[in-house]
Structure formats: structure tokens, C-alpha cells
């Protein structure tokens, strides 16, 4: 069983069944909805999937017909993603858990999406904590 929540707390989720497809998207939708250069993405049974505490934090952005992203109108943290096409699967954001799991990503993909500045990590230092260099400035 994995646990989840939301950056600021309100919406707390429960998944106890497996997460399944986890890839690493860079495709632009993904990159704009994050934030960042890519979004950590796996399918979840959506009998698997419990909205445990602040259902009514969640908003709801409908990026195509029937492709709805579920977000926190509180923090603004993707949550998933549901399609009405197949309501028997969510697509959970994986940033938002707090758990450790046991599933893996597969892949990264739309790489050819990626934003220009994206390296997909093959040649940075990696760091425990901020970059070294960060200490000499003002955190932001
Ligand atoms: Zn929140
Ligand atoms: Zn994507």
C-alpha cells in the first residue's frame, strides 16, 4: 500500500494496488503542467486508487475531450490524470507519493519533445541537497 499527498496536505491519497507504466514524459503538456523537464507517470486501477482526505481541494483541467488532469486548487500539485476512454485506470503523478515503491520507469519518452536545455541527465554531477554553488547566494 502507497501513501500520497499534495504539496500543501489537503488531498491525501491511497493506492493499494501496483503502479504500472511508470515512464518519464518530456512531451510538452507534460513539462508545462509540471514545471519541470519531465513528468513521472504510471497507470493505477482506478479500483486501486482512493482519494483518502480533500476530494473537494481537487480541481479539474480538461486538456482534451474527456482527458481531465486533477490537480490541487489549494498547492496547484498535479495528482493524476483520468480518461474517459478507459475510466478503468488512472494515470497517477509519482511525485506525489510519499511511500517508497517498489515499481520502476521503463523509459524516458517524447524525447524529441524535450526541452533544449535537458541533457536527460547523462553527464551532470548529482548532488545529495542543493549545488554547492547555491550556498554563496540568496536562497530564493
Ligand atoms: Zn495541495
Ligand atoms: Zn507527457
Known sequence: MYQGSCLCGNVQIQITGKISDIIHCH??????SSGTAYATN??????????????????QFE???GKIRHFCKTCASPIFSSNATDPSRIRLRLGILDSDISERPISHNFVT???????LHVTLPHYEEHEPSRNKQKAL
Open 27 to 32: 512531451c510538452s503538456l507534460c513539462r508545462k
Open 42 to 59: 504510471g497507470f493505477v486501477n482506478t479500483e486501486d486508487f482512493h482519494i483518502e482526505q480533500g476530494s473537494e481541494h481537487l480541481g
Open 63 to 65: 486538456i482534451k475531450p
Open 113 to 119: 519533445s524535450k526541452a533544449n536545455w535537458d541533457d
